[in-house]
Nanobody, 124 residues
Framework: QVRLVESGGGLAQPGGSLRLSCAASGFFFSSYAMSWARQAPGKGLEWVSG????????YYSDSVKGRFTISRDNAKNTVYLQMNSLKPEDTALYYCAKGRHSIVILTTNGYDNWGQGTQVTVST
């Protein structure tokens, strides 16, 4: 079955960096778009970034554009999220999600499998 396992979360200072990873298994990874979403305390799930199945196109929400970079390694069945210039408002539980198709859908409705999440906390 589909399995998505996130890692790399933790505590960072404002202006700092973290790199999230999501190891995928149970499906043909290189055929599907992948995305990251997050849920801050007391808020709904927010789509953050997505990448096409072959890695040729990437997309970002306005809140992270210019600071976060998504990438994938289809040989390793892994998708990454490099987060730079972190802000306290980036504090959230970050989820990896498998798309239904090869193209990226810019909402959380476009995904059929989700990981358990990794916590990111940005604070002094």
């Amino acid at each position: 079955q589909v399995r998505l396992v996130e890692s790399g979360g933790g505590l960072a200072q404002p202006g700092g960096s973290l790199r999230l990873s999501c190891a995928a298994s149970g499906f043909f990874f290189s055929s599907y778009a992948m995305s990251w979403a997050r849920q801050a305390p007391g808020k709904g799930l927010e789509w953050v970034s997505g990448i096409r199945s072959d890695g040729s196109d990437t997309y970002y929400s306005d809140s992270v554009k210019g600071r976060f970079t998504i990438s994938r390694d289809n040989a390793k069945n892994t998708v990454y999220l490099q987060m730079n210039s972190l802000k306290p408002e980036d504090t959230a539980l970050y989820y990896c999600a498998k798309g239904r198709h090869s193209i990226v859908i810019l909402t959380t409705n476009g995904y059929d499998n989700w990981g358990q999440g990794t916590q990111v906390t940005v604070s002094t």
